[in-house]
């Protein structure tokens, strides 16, 4: 699905470098890839980090799975391909974000490894920092938690191919960072993926506050 298709086509430098862009915006561009299983926490995390940043005067844009596929991936369903193609996408987006100098947060169940490594390679390519952030929670919590009814659907045969139930999620082999929120807050989740961001360089915003 990913086949290149367009031809005559060639890639336009501009005429200011990243790093210059980086100075002048006092910013410095990353994706951190939230994954996990539906109601491991991900968007949840994701989202209060994104208002701690943007609250210290860090550029940070969320990229939510099911906000992606009202627009950008509404054409792609939940088969094995259509998963790999919208994570592709994903990554490429996240890609361009961080070259922005926007610190960007993408959460998405991404049960495939090779489909997150593929967002990693990217990054590696275009020499910006990619962070696999994973949310690591049980799939009893989850299943319990439930926030959209879809566990209770894939158990009565609703939903067919559902991540954690009749479909695999390939856990991360050497994510950068995990949280695990069946043991710990929110706020703790979030204070360790400001640790990292921080460690990294990438921000200086400590624990819950602003630089």
């Known amino acids: 699905m990913s086949e290149v298709k367009a031809t005559n086509i060639h890639w336009h430098e501009g005429d200011l470098p990243r790093d210059e862009r980086f100075k002048a915006l006092n910013a410095k561009g990353a ?7 539906s109601g491991s926490g991900k968007s949840t995390i994701a ?87 994973y949310v690591d929670t049980p799939l009893d919590v989850c299943e319990s938690r439930d926030p959209k009814g879809l566990y209770k659907k894939a158990r009565a045969g609703e939903i067919k191919g559902f991540t954690g139930i009749d479909d695999p999620y ?28 921080a460690s990294k360089g990438i921000v200086n915003v400590a624990a819950g506050a602003a630089r």
Not at 170 to 175: G, L, R, V, Y
Not at 187 to 194: A, F, G, R
Request: glycine share 8%; net charge negative; aromatic share 8%.
């Open 31 to 37: 994706t951190l890839w939230f994954t996990g299983l």
């Open 47 to 133: 989202s209060a980090l994104e208002q701690v940043l943007v609250s210290g005067g860090v550029n940070s844009y969320r990229l939510d799975g099911d906000n992606v596929r009202h627009g950008l991936n509404k054409n792609l369903g939940f088969s094995a391909e259509d998963r790999t193609e919208n994570i592709r996408r994903i990554g490429e987006v996240a890609k361009l974000f961080a070259d922005s100098g926007c610190v960007s947060l993408t959460s998405f169940i991404s049960p495939y490894r090779a489909d997150r490594d593929l967002c990693r390679t990217l990054h590696d390519e275009g020499k910006l920092p990619f962070y696999e952030v």
């Open 170 to 197: 390939e856990a991360p082999n050497s994510p950068e960072l995990v949280l695990k929120t069946a043991e710990h807050s929110v706020e703790e989740c979030v204070k360790q993926c400001l640790e990292l961001l």
